[in-house]
C-alpha cells in the first residue's frame, strides 16, 4: 500500500499541491503535519508510521518535508528499512524498493553531507579571514562609547541606585 506523508512548516504555507500529487502518484492514506521539519513530534508522520506495514511504501513530495537533515533523513531510512517499508519521493524520483534506488537515495545523502561540510568550511574561512580584516561578528552595541563610560561612572560612583536611575530614565536617557 503506498502511504502519503506532506508537511508544511508554517501557516501561510499550503498542503494542496503535496495532497494533490501524493494522490495522483496512488496514495490510498494520506497523513499530514502543519509543524516545523526541526520539530521531533509530528503527530501525522507517527501515525503514517504506526499505519505502515511490511511492503508498504511511504510516499512523501520531497525528501526535505521528511526531514530537515541528512542524519534526520539516513535515520527515517533505517527505522524504514528494519521494518520493511520502502520510500518513494516524487520530486527526486527516488524509491528505494529496489537496489538502485537505495544507492541512489545514499549518494544523494552523501553529497548532500560533502555540500554542507563545504558551506561551514567556507563559512569558517569567511570569519577567519573578516577578523583578520578587523571585523567583529556579533550585534552593534547599545550605547556609544562616551554614553556607556557615563552609566559605568554612574554605577560606580553609587550616586544613584539602580531603581532609582529606572524611575528617572536617567540610564534610558543616554
Not at 89 to 106: A, D, K, P, V
Request: charge should be positive.
Amino acid at each position: 500500500m503506498l502511504i502519503g506523508y506532506a508537511r508544511i512548516s508554517t501557516d501561510d504555507q499550503n498542503l494542496n499541491l503535496q495532497m494533490d500529487a501524493l494522490q495522483l502518484a496512488g496514495c490510498e492514506k494520506i497523513y499530514s503535519d502543519r509543524t516545523s521539519g526541526a520539530k521531533a513530534e509530528r503527530p501525522g508522520l507517527s501515525l503514517a508510521l504506526e499505519v505502515a506495514r511490511t511492503g508498504d511504501v511511504l510516499v512523501v513530495w520531497r525528501l526535505d518535508r521528511l526531514g530537515r537533515s541528512l542524519k534526520d533523513l539516513i535515520e527515517m531510512m533505517e527505522t524504514l528499512d528494519k521494518r520493511g517499508i520502502g520510500l518513494s519521493s516524487l520530486q527526486e524520483s527516488i524509491t528505494t524498493t529496489n537496489n538502485s534506488g537505495r544507492l541512489i537515495f545514499h549518494l544523494f545523502g552523501a553529497l548532500a553531507e560533502f555540500e554542507r561540510h563545504l558551506i561551514r568550511e567556507r563559512t569558517t574561512a569567511g570569519l577567519v579571514a573578516a577578523r583578520g580584516r578587523g571585523h567583529r561578528g556579533g550585534r552593534p552595541k547599545a550605547l556609544d562609547p562616551t554614553k556607556r563610560q557615563l552609566a559605568v561612572r554612574l554605577y560606580t560612583e553609587k550616586q544613584y541606585t539602580r531603581t532609582y536611575a529606572l524611575t528617572k530614565n536617567i540610564i534610558y536617557a543616554l
